[in-house]
């Protein structure tokens, strides 16, 4: 198999603070473990992709009888941001991290199909085809092919679905993003999006989106509610459009060779536990957010649900970025991720004619 390496740039500076912090928290593992796992995760505490790890742990330590042994590093303690946390699980000094689709984008460009606006039209659709076997597993396949070390273990949530939250005035429509200044991560399809409704896209790190809110550096977002309340971003967004663009997927990784060396039994109950952990990531956010926009009301916030021929209009004025996307990354991945969601369309279908 060949090996594509990730970008190495940070990895000899990560290496000591691994090390290092490693060092420091072995009286926090099993040491009676056969095998030791390090999982990272770039949020804190309070997110859904710690309750996930934290479930992925106590089910593969305790269906394991003790032989698997695993150590959370939460809030980016190891390496702080997606580029340095690849590397450090290609070089398996962490054996297990997560990603959204724009983390994703610099290794794998194509997987920023799962981002096209509006391919989602709902979770039901959205959790069908993010676990479908004809998408998740040529995803896995793709991955292993270009680097050799990542191996996709499921998808998840993180956060709930993308919308858009802004500090001035109400978008309705997609004329009234004309203008905006949106903050976006540094991913080509989001930055898209925006310039698709005549906004201006503003790439911002996420630990200086709050700064640039209050500074007026952007003047709206691209997040879920529980996001924006987690890090008190509604002291300065007042309004929120649900035109649910993206479904906020995060996927989990873990290096191929740690995977491999576990014996076949170890390997079924680490799939097994990456399931839990895709339940629970998966419902956490639709549970909280109940709390997150209650209290966005609260404090001054307005909530607005465009009408369903508001919606069409935001979906029009996205197409072209299927076309956008097509001649910068080819069809197939986009027709892979269409197949899927056309399927579950069809299943779930079927479930309603069933209990007519």
């Not at 997609?174 to 949106?182: F, I, M, S, T, Y």
Request: glycine content about 8%; hydrophobic content about 40%; charged content about 20%.
């Amino acid at each position: 198999m060949n090996k594509t390496p990730l970008v190495k740039t940070a990895l000899s500076a990560l290496m000591p603070a691994i090390l290092a912090t490693g060092l420091a928290t072995t009286a926090l593992t099993s040491n009676a473990a056969d095998f030791e796992f390090n999982i990272v995760h770039l949020s804190n505490t309070s997110d859904e992709d710690y309750d996930g790890a934290v479930v992925l742990k106590d089910y593969v330590e305790a269906q394991s009888n003790g032989r698997i042994g695993i150590t959370i590093y939460s809030g980016g303690q190891l390496c702080g941001n997606s580029t340095e946390c690849l590397e450090a699980l290609g070089a398996n000094l962490i054996q297990v991290f997560n990603t959204t689709t724009g983390g994703l984008s610099a290794v794998f460009p194509e997987i920023q199909a799962l981002d096209i606006p509006y391919m989602f039209p709902s979770d039901r659709v959205a959790e069908c085809a993010l676990n479908s076997h004809s998408l998740t597993g040529a995803i896995r396949e793709e991955l292993l092919t270009r680097t050799g070390d990542m191996r996709l273990m499921t998808i998840g949530n993180t956060g709930g679905w993308r919308n858009f939250a802004t500090t001035k005035k109400q978008i309705k429509t997609p004329g009234d993003v004309e203008g905006v200044k949106v903050r976006t991560i540094n991913s080509p399809i989001q930055m898209e999006l925006v310039k698709s409704m005549g906004g201006s896209p503003t790439p911002v790190p996420w630990p200086e989106v709050y700064t640039s809110l209050a500074t007026g550096l952007v003047e709206g977002s691209k997040n879920g509610i529980t996001d924006i309340m987690g890090m008190k971003f509604n002291e300065h967004i007042k309004y929120m459009t649900l035109d649910g663009h993206a479904y906020m997927a995060s996927l989990w990784w873990m290096n191929n060779d740690a995977f491999n060396a576990m014996p076949e039994d170890l390997q079924h109950i680490m799939i097994d536990g990456f399931d839990a952990l895709r339940t629970v990531t998966t419902v956490m956010p639709k549970r909280r957010q109940i709390e997150a926009y209650n209290e966005f009301k609260k404090s001054g916030g307005t909530i607005y649900a465009p009408t369903a021929e508001e919606k069409k209009q935001f979906q029009a004025a996205a197409a072209p970025i299927r076309d956008w996307f097509t001649k910068q990354y080819g069809a197939k991945w986009l027709d892979i991720t269409q197949s899927a969601v056309n399927a579950c369309e069809t299943q779930i279908e079927k479930g309603y004619v069933a209990q007519k």
